[in-house]
């Protein structure tokens, strides 16, 4: 069964340091999302992804996230400096060719920045 | 604006017992809704979902759910919980173009054995 693929599991970063999650997305997919969950918070959107270009971001993702599909089958996302209160489990979701289809997650990276 | 209610933030419940989750959303066209489990330092899976037609819902793993437009709910039901469905349950509903998603801030589920 295909599966959305995230990479790596965990990421310990000094805060300030810049980090990259990696995604592979279901390869028929078109759109793609970055969501984050801090711990014991629930699960909030940062960004949709659509033809290569951001179709939608939450006001969580400012100026020091940035995501990209490099390749044709990556997409990652970057937070240049990180702080503290960036410390979550980020998830990756791919949806299917038409809308109103379900999201697929990944399992899930979990970052702390220290 | 749009969001989703999970009123229960944690559940026990007892092995072989039923189950219902409550999920209320807001939302001011029709809703795409759905139920995601995560189980400890999981991702999120799947349950169920609903675009349109019945309002009745199955799902994987026994679960159903039932969209009441009346009462802007979409509650989740297993008739006998197993220990295996001990997890948080999160609904969500489509705000967006493109399917972006709005979480529930989940129901921690507790199976008493």
């Known amino acids: 069964e295909p599966e959305v693929t995230q990479t790596p599991s965990h990421q310990v970063t000094q805060m300030g340091q810049e980090v990259i999650l990696r995604c592979v997305p279901i390869s028929n997919h078109l759109y793609f999302y970055w969501y984050r969950q801090i711990l014991g918070q629930k699960v909030e959107f940062l960004v949709s992804f659509y033809n290569n270009e951001i179709s939608e971001k939450s006001e969580i993702f400012d100026d020091q996230f940035s995501v990209e599909r490099p390749d044709g089958s990556n997409f990652t996302l970057k937070i240049r400096s990180t702080k503290l209160e960036d410390s979550a489990m980020y998830f990756c979701?791919?949806?299917?060719?038409?809308?109103?289809?379900?999201?697929?997650f990944g399992q899930g990276t979990r970052l702390t920045v220290v | 604006a749009q969001s989703v209610t999970q009123p229960d933030i944690h559940i026990t419940v007892s092995e072989g017992a039923s189950l219902e989750l409550r999920c209320n959303y807001s939302?001011?066209?029709?809703?795409?809704l759905f139920w995601y489990v995560q189980s400890p330092g999981q991702g999120l899976q799947l349950l169920l979902k609903y675009f349109s037609g019945d309002t009745l819902v199955q799902g994987i793993k026994g679960f159903e759910a039932e969209f009441k437009r009346s009462q802007s709910s979409f509650n989740l039901r297993k008739p006998s919980v197993h220990w295996s469905d001990a997890a948080e349950y999160f609904c969500a509903v489509v705000t967006g173009g493109g399917n972006k998603l709005t979480f529930g801030t989940g129901t921690q589920l507790k199976v008493e054995l």
């Open positions: 979701a791919s949806n299917g060719k038409t809308e109103f289809t379900e999201a697929f």
């Open positions: 939302y001011g066209a029709t809703p795409y």
